[in-house]
């Protein structure tokens, strides 16, 4: 409930004059169920699930560096993704299942950083605040959440039009239109500019897990005193490392030539 | 010591100000930032120019009145080697002929009243959407009556120490006042007397706190790196694990 507070010369101050509270168009309960640390929560949750996608992409694609046998390995994996649990349920049910799963999970997830990131942008006095800002606790990592979370949105765009609809096709042979999982793979990491690209959008998956990570866990109230709070710095810590080396390393090997067809 | 002050100057009703610079010589690195200021203002009048208003009240860092940017950093953290109100931090902190930067708190839910003045009441109107408890008035209780576990009391005590000043508004990138927020949801949830409105207030706080403007929390941690109460982060995660466990009852009612 906004109320005009001040009126002087060419200045309104807009201030909550009344407690909401009072305001009959909402139940506090309601109100709180559209707040922030509501949304937030939401954001949290989603965040996590989609670190866990992460986790297990990984474990999956460390098939690829199996010596001898990773490319049969891999393509196997790839392929059972789409028929998992098919005798029983419809091929590609549990697949389109999945799929919709984790399209929910980042609507959920850009959703709320759309809305909270403008509504937090309008809360502060954006642009220049104070004449010399100087940080005391907060890493780059937590100042920049939005950006790398859009460099991710559209480095994912990328990679499922490259390696799941193989619409962008790098160095195929001519008039190939599908590859094999693993030479889609391999064909691209030999290509030193997709590798830097790669780098840069891991770096971005890197910083945004490192706070997202202890950002989420804080939210959803594991932060219970000191020794949780350093906990969960040093799991976040981890988890970040481990996304970026994980996912590189299959990439770095065939750019150097550990790994070939 | 002698001195460069660069002060936000801005009128009373103006929608914006400027940083206006002011020399000043013979201080003692004794002196408090406020005894600094009030000479600054005694020669500022002598020689004709409007004083410069700020807050202060108690100036022993226990109101929580005064508060103001110094360098970047509400109350001046960055200059001190402890957690420190604007009162209590000392000329001892700077070094002769330094420049020192001096703005007001700057959030929307905090518009500026005069110079380095600005409007606090957001904050009175959080408390009093919900951070109190309803107790019969009359003779007092004995102490023993209640009984309240050690953990929690000290918890609800250290939470309890916030005086309002708002610090952690002015250095939360978000303008979030959610560690203000949280230390009154942990000073009340932690005691048996804050029980039977525990989950109501987290709900009417919140819905408060929103409506006054203020941004939400994305754990920077700014907040608690210049509280000169030392509220810590986590009774942020205690007010978000009160919140989510209200919105599972009916109207935020306790049982």
Known sequence: ?261 | MKLTLRVWRQDAGASNGKLVDYQIDNIAEDMSFLEMLDQLNEELTVAGIEPVAFDSDCREGICGTCGVVINGTPHGRGNSPVPTTTCQLHMRSFNDGDTIVIEPWKAKAFPVIKDLVVDRTALDRVIASGGFISVNTGAAPDAHSVPAPKLKADTAFDNATCIGCGACVAACPNGSAMLFTSAKISHLGNLPQGQPERYRRVETMIGQHDAEGFGGCTNIGECAAVCPKGIPLASISQLNRDLVSSLFRKDGFFG
């Open chain 1, 1 to 261: 409930m906004y109320d005009v507070g001040m009126t002087t010369g060419d200045r309104v101050l807009v201030v909550a004059t009344q407690l909401t509270t009072r305001d009959p168009s909402r139940t506090p309960h309601q109100r709180a169920a559209r707040s922030t640390v509501a949304r937030k929560v939401l954001m949290s949750i989603s965040g996590l699930i989609i670190v866990l996608f992460l986790m297990m992409h990984l474990f999956g694609n460390a098939k690829l560096l199996i010596p001898n046998v990773g490319f049969e390995e891999f393509d196997e994996y790839s392929h059972s993704l789409r028929t998992f649990l098919y005798p029983i349920l419809p091929e590609k049910f549990f697949l389109t299942l999945f799929r919709l799963f984790m399209l929910a999970a980042a609507f959920i997830h850009i959703e709320a950083a759309i809305k909270l990131t403008f509504r937090n942008k309008g809360s502060g006095v954006s642009g220049a605040r104070y004449l010399k800002q100087r940080y005391l606790a907060g890493s780059f990592a937590a100042r920049t959440m939005i950006w790398s979370g859009i460099i991710i949105v559209f480095g994912v765009i990328a990679h499922l039009l490259q390696f799941t609809c193989e619409i962008i096709r790098v160095s195929y042979p001519e008039g190939v239109t599908t590859v094999a999982p693993h030479e889609r793979v391999v064909l691209a990491f030999q290509t030193p500019v997709v590798v830097a690209a790669y780098a840069v959008w891991m770096l971005a998956v890197c910083i945004h897990v490192y706070h997202g990570f202890y950002s989420a866990l804080c939210t959803i109230g594991a932060r219970t005193g000191a020794y949780s709070e350093k906990l969960i710095k040093v799991c976040s810590v981890i988890v970040a490392f481990l996304v970026f080396f994980g996912f590189m390393a299959a990439p770095l090997s065939i750019a150097i030539g550990l790994v070939t067809l």
